[in-house]
């Protein structure tokens, strides 16, 4: 059983709505625009192989990728956005935190997803994880 902590998510919402800007400029540092439709989520695969692709010309070993401050924030800049996306489609959704990281609740609690998780997973499998097939697998009805 995960333990949620409480009063987290209206904090957190505050955030998410900062680090929005910080998503649409990783995207524009690769031309490409971001619409906050479910349609973008594979923009941002495209864009986070892109991220990959200069940490590894940068020489930062897969195994630091994790623990790497710039990774971090850009997972928590393109998960956000992933998060906006699924309010946009589906409503107010609810941050939730636990000792394991941030979960996103969907669908009043029917659903709980880590979209910073998922981008992570990119970032670190870039040809071989998909943000949009993950994403259409937990998000799309």
């Known amino acids: 059983m995960i333990n949620f902590k409480k ?3 209206k904090e957190f919402h505050k955030v998410q709505k900062s ?27 495209s864009i986070l192989v892109g ?4 940490f590894e010309e940068a020489n ?6 994790e623990t790497n401050e710039s990774a971090q924030g850009i997972a928590e800049a393109v998960g956000c956005y992933i998060a906006e996306c699924i309010e946009r489609q ?4 609810r941050w939730l935190k ?13 659903t ?9 997973k990119k970032m670190l499998d870039p040809s071989g994880y998909s943000l949009e097939h993950t994403y259409n697998k937990w998000v799309k009805p």
């Open 7 to 9: 009063d987290f998510d």
């Open 19 to 45: 680090m929005l800007a910080h998503a649409e400029q990783l995207a524009a540092n690769q031309g490409i625009s971001l619409d906050y439709t479910s349609g973008s989520i594979g923009a941002l695969d």
């Open 51 to 54: 991220i990959a692709r200069e």
């Open 60 to 65: 930062v070993p897969i195994d630091e990728i």
């Open 90 to 93: 589906h409503g107010k959704g």
């Open 98 to 110: 636990s000792e394991d990281g941030y979960g996103f609740e969907i669908r009043s609690g029917a």
């Open 112 to 120: 709980v997803v880590y979209p910073m998780l998922w981008v992570m």
